[in-house]
């Protein structure tokens, strides 16, 4: 019987990604290249974290 890796799908390529910290030391990506492409990402403000004015607001 073959030994099957865990993997999950890259977010960025979509390709498995190995869930092993040791094999992988990217993840949740699959390669260097993915991760940086990722952190290029959030650089550019193409993801942002949505602000709840209200959590901000002070209650008293």
Do not use: Q
Not at 23 to 35: I, T
Request: charged share 40%; net charge neutral.
């Amino acid at each position: 019987m073959k030994d099957k890796k865990k993997t999950l799908k890259c977010p960025i390529c979509k390709k498995p990604a190995i869930l092993d910290r040791e094999k992988n030391p990217y993840l949740p990506f699959c390669s260097e290249r993915c991760r940086t492409i990722d952190l290029g990402a959030w650089l550019d403000e193409k993801y942002v974290i949505e602000n709840d004015e209200h959590f901000f607001d002070s209650e008293s």
